[in-house]
């Protein structure tokens, strides 16, 4: 139980788009940090990620939600395999793989950093940044990897002109399609995407989520979406998995979610959302 209500999560026989094919599975999956306090006090612990189970049906976007801290991001780690879970497992295609086998997942689950200006190596063009994955992976001739580095380029909107600069020479907006062209060339099924168009001028973050949508069609893609932006959440994702203190608190379809949200957590984080609207001030709510 939450310290603010009972808990609310209901997994559907398949996700909203109608696929009942599971692409990704946590079980009961965990994560805690220890904390040293000292040497006249015990040591502690932090449960960072504490028992989270979810389903990533093949082909969905899967929004998860939450304010700072709340470990959206940890979880996030330990499906890249850039950390080790305490306990539990993940399941890719109904099979465990090892996160320790980096190159093995690698094919199958990509992320997308939410800040493309650190992403990205400064001191490579975009061409080698895009064609490291299929020359460590030793994918294909020479030749089968320039064409295919090009392909991957033209379809996320960098010209040709582009392809030989670096980092720095680029907008945001360009950085991050870099970053997601580097995530797609090994085609793998599955995209952890952190707060992608966090970091980018609101002018550009339309053209990105229009990209990711696009792309989704394109390859079949699953997402994980994580995003503060619960405007940019309601217009991507399928479902919403709402995260607090690092526990799964509601689980539910986006239109239930917006309209009908039964734990306390998720109506106050929707409360505390700016309205557009003039006039209306700051939220002011009770979060504790």
């Not at 994955?133 to 040709?160: N, Y």
């Not at 002109?161 to 997601?180: C, D, E, K, W």
């Not at 203190?245 to 998720?266: C, D, N």
């Amino acid at each position: 139980m939450s310290r603010m209500g009972e808990e609310r999560i209901t997994e559907e026989q398949g996700g909203s788009n109608g696929s009942n094919e599971i692409a990704l599975e946590l079980c009961a999956l965990s994560r805690i940090f220890k904390l040293n306090r000292g040497l006249f006090q015990a040591d502690g612990e932090i449960k960072a990620v504490n028992n989270v189970s979810l389903r990533l049906y093949r082909g969905e976007t899967l929004g998860l939600v939450g304010e700072s801290g709340c470990g959206k991001s940890t979880l996030a780690k330990m499906l890249l395999g850039l950390l080790a879970p305490s306990s539990g497992n993940v399941l890719i295609n109904g099979r465990e793989i090892d996160p320790a086998q980096r190159m093995a997942l690698a094919r199958h689950i990509q992320p997308i950093f939410q800040d493309p200006y650190s992403s990205l190596n400064p001191r490579k063009t975009v061409s080698q940044i895009v064609g490291l994955p299929l020359k460590l992976h030793r994918i294909g001739s020479a030749a089968e990897q320039g064409r295919k580095l090009r392909d991957m380029l033209d379809l996320v909107g960098m010209p040709e002109r582009t392809h030989h600069q670096y980092p720095n020479q680029l907008s945001g907006g360009q950085r991050q399609r870099v970053a997601i062209a580097r995530a797609l060339i090994l085609q793998p099924g599955i995209l952890i995407c952190d707060e992608p168009t966090s970091a980018l001028d609101v002018s550009v973050q339309a053209q990105i989520l229009n990209l990711l949508l696009d792309l989704k069609t394109e390859f079949g893609l699953t997402y994980l979406f994580i995003s503060h932006d619960l405007g940019v959440v309601e217009h991507l994702v399928d479902r919403v998995a709402v995260m607090h203190q690092g526990s799964i608190v509601e689980l539910e379809t986006r239109e239930r979610i917006f309209s009908q949200a039964q734990h306390p957590y998720t109506r106050m984080l929707l409360a505390s959302a700016l309205s557009p609207e003039p006039g209306l001030g700051i939220p002011d709510i009770a979060l504790q």
